[in-house]
Structure formats: structure tokens, C-alpha cells
Antibody, heavy 122, light 109 residues
Framework: QVRLQVSGPGLVKPSQTLSLTCSVS??????????WTWIRQRPEKGLEYIGY???????NYNPSLKSRIAMSIDTSKKQFSLKLRSVTAADTALYFC??????????????WGPGSLVTVSS | SYVLTQPPSVSVPPGQTARITCGGN??????VHWYQQKPGQAPVLVVY???HRPSGIPERFSGSNSGNTATLTISGVGAGDEADYHC????????????FGGGTKLTVL
């Protein structure tokens, strides 16, 4: 069973960069059909897709965040990372990393990390 | 971008059947996935590819999809089913493929 775990600061100052890393255990990151994904949940809100990175390094970012996001992957360390620049209070959220799995006709998220609360505040 | 609409809340007496809807334009032509999220926890996939259950998910959970509405049905609900439920599609729109509904809170009365 694949396990994912987010690590990173729980408090970030406004205008600074939020940096999170997801560590993957129990499976390979190099398998085709897996999309290593970041998802967030703002307080009392639904889930918001942030973006994914493939093992080849190709990425897809939510257009609403695209200008501030960078994702990277290190399959040898079994980690992938998220950087979100110029954060504001609106970026305060529970951040999840998840594995997207390509099925018959789309991708579902079959493995999730427990989530990491990031608060943006001075 | 594609939009999924869920009712904010659904309430059902214990032992009855809960139906949670997810509306979207011609969603019947898309593959829908459903997640259960309990307070303070990560979401858990309960139905994928419209009607399939991952290992360990009870047969009480089922999914259907037609026209402009997808439905998650939970039969014989109990207190342990009280949670938020989220629908999700992977849209062909390459700009924003990952789309979630706003989530529905299921309350067992």
C-alpha cells in the first residue's frame, strides 16, 4: 500500500513562499499512469485541485494559481514538492498530496496523505 | 472550466438510504469518482469510475450517472457514514483537468 506524507512549515508570512514536500513510500513513482497531485481545502470549503507532476517532470497547474506555482519531483528520493509564491491569507488551507491513478476514462485519487495545515499570517 | 454542483447537506434517519447528487453539464458522459471525508481526516475514495468500489468499501456504497446528474447512494446508513462526500471528474479540459464538487455533508439523524 502506498503511503504519502506531507512535510513543511505550518506557518508562512504573507508575501513569502509556501514550500511543501510529499514523501512516498510503499511503491514506485516511475510507473506510467500515476499523477502526483497537490490538492488543498480552505477552511469550511471544498477540495481544490492545485496541480500534478508526472514522473517525467511534466506538469499541469490550476490556471487560478499557475502564475505562483512550481512543482518538482525526485523519483530517486521518492518525493515531490510544491512551491507557492507570494502567499496571502487566502492561501491558508489544509494541503494534501495524493496519487492520481489513470483508470478507464479518467483519473481518480486513490491514495492521500493525511494533510498539512498551512496558515498564512504575520 | 467544468463545474460540479452538490447540495450542501443531506440528512437521513439511520437505516435508511442516502442519495447524494452531483450535477454537471452532460456529466453522464463523464467518469465520476466519489470520496468520503471525516472530520480531521483525508478524503477516502469510495466509488471510482462511476460505480466501482475499492477494496474494503462496503457494498452499501454505489454510484450511478446519467444525463446531468451523478448520484452516490448509501444504503442502510449508520452513524459511521456521517461525513462530507465529494464528487470529482477528470475533465478533458487540459487547463483544469481535476474538478471537484463543493462537497455534501451527510448527517445521520
Amino acid at each position: 500500500q502506498v503511503r504519502l506524507q506531507v512535510s513543511g512549515p505550518g506557518l508562512v508570512k504573507p508575501s513569502q513562499t509556501l514550500s511543501l514536500t510529499c514523501s512516498v513510500s510503499g511503491g514506485s513513482m516511475r510507473i506510467d499512469g500515476y499523477y502526483w497531485t497537490w490538492i488543498r481545502q480552505r477552511p469550511e470549503k471544498g477540495l481544490e485541485y492545485i496541480g500534478y507532476i508526472y514522473h517525467t517532470g511534466s506538469t499541469n497547474y490550476n490556471p487560478s494559481l499557475k502564475s505562483r506555482i512550481a512543482m518538482s519531483i525526485d523519483t530517486s528520493k521518492k518525493q515531490f514538492s510544491l512551491k507557492l509564491r507570494s502567499v496571502t491569507a487566502a492561501d491558508t488551507a489544509l494541503y494534501f498530496c495524493a496519487r492520481g491513478s489513470q483508470g478507464g476514462d479518467g483519473v481518480c485519487f486513490d491514495n492521500w496523505g493525511p494533510g498539512s495545515l498551512v496558515t498564512v499570517s504575520s | 472550466s467544468y463545474v460540479l454542483t452538490q447540495p450542501p447537506s443531506v440528512s437521513v434517519p439511520p437505516g435508511q438510504t442516502a442519495r447524494i447528487t452531483c450535477g454537471g453539464n452532460r456529466i453522464g458522459s463523464k467518469t465520476v469518482h466519489w470520496y468520503q471525508q471525516k472530520p480531521g481526516q483525508a478524503p477516502v475514495l469510495v466509488v471510482y469510475d462511476g460505480s466501482h468500489r475499492p477494496s474494503g468499501i462496503p457494498e452499501r456504497f454505489s454510484g450511478s450517472n446519467s444525463g446531468n446528474t451523478a448520484t452516490l447512494t448509501i444504503s442502510g446508513v449508520g452513524a459511521g457514514d456521517e461525513a462530507d462526500y465529494h464528487c470529482q471528474v477528470w475533465d478533458g479540459n487540459i487547463d483544469l483537468p481535476g474538478v471537484f464538487g463543493g462537497g455534501t455533508k451527510l448527517t445521520v439523524l
